[in-house]
């Protein structure tokens, strides 16, 4: 099974910061990386599929990178509404699995 | 607009069983993946399981694979789970979701990102 290592678990930022959060996969899933948000009581919200693409409607200050092993989702000018838990997920093989999640709280 | 709408909140009592259904409006699940993710109370994302349900092929999560059923019916709009055996540890929030295909034609590809996604169902189990 592949497993998904996010870092840092949590952070404190301020609005207009940029963030970085990281994903380490335990093995080479080449670009089957996923990003969502989430914010208390809702659910996921897709941000990035295939570490790069962006879905529809998501603004432009998310973005992310990454391949094989080492992903990451940059957040530039960080919004009040940016904050939020975010996972990462690997879509290369069964069973699909999460990240632990990173929360990004106000500084 | 795609949205998945599913069943109401529900309370059991340890053992017994429960179904969660997820109905696709404004879109049908041809030629998608339908995932079931759960999130147990202040805890992160964990995969269940799922169907693709043109073809009927389902995958289960190992941790589940003895007391998880998916199905979907026959005008595949519907998606559901059964969870048997249930225990408080399966108190939680489930969610189901859209997957788009990418690439081939193996089950994997069907499970590409989760789109869109149910508002979630609340299934608490209690004595």
């Known amino acids: 099974d592949i497993q998904m290592t996010q870092s840092p678990s949590s952070l404190s930022a301020s609005v207009g910061d940029r963030v970085t959060i990281t994903c380490r996969a335990s093995?080479?899933?080449?670009?089957?990386l996923n990003w969502y948000q989430q914010k208390p009581g809702r659910a996921p919200k897709l941000l990035i599929y295939?570490?790069?693409s962006f879905q529809s409607g998501v603004p432009s200050r998310f973005s992310g990178s990454g391949s094989g092993t080492d992903f990451t989702l940059t957040i530039s000018n960080l919004q009040p509404e940016d904050f939020a838990t975010y996972y990462c997920q690997q879509s290369y093989s069964f069973p699909l699995s999460f990240g632990g999640g990173t929360k990004v709280e106000i500084k | 607009q795609a949205q998945l709408v599913q069943s109401g909140a529900d309370v059991k009592r340890p053992g017994s069983s429960v179904k969660v259904s997820c109905k696709a409006s404004?879109?049908?699940?041809?030629?998608?993946?339908v995932t079931w993710v759960r999130q147990a109370p202040g805890q992160g994302l964990e995969w269940m399981g799922g169907i693709i349900p043109m073809f009927g092929t389902v995958s289960y999560a190992q941790k589940f694979q003895d007391r998880v059923t998916i199905t979907a019916d026959a005008s595949k709009t519907t998606v559901s789970l059964d969870l048997s055996g249930l225990r408080s540890e399966d108190t939680a929030v489930y969610y189901c979701?859209?997957?788009?295909?990418?690439?081939?034609?193996?089950?994997?590809?069907?499970?590409?990102?989760?789109?869109?996604w149910g508002q979630g169902t609340t299934v608490t189990v209690s004595s």
């Open positions: 093995q080479s899933i080449n670009k089957y």
């Open positions: 404004g879109t049908s699940f041809n030629n998608y993946g």
């Open positions: 295939g570490a790069s």
């Open positions: 979701a859209r997957s788009p295909r990418y690439g081939g034609n193996s089950p994997i590809s069907y499970y590409y990102h989760m789109d869109v």
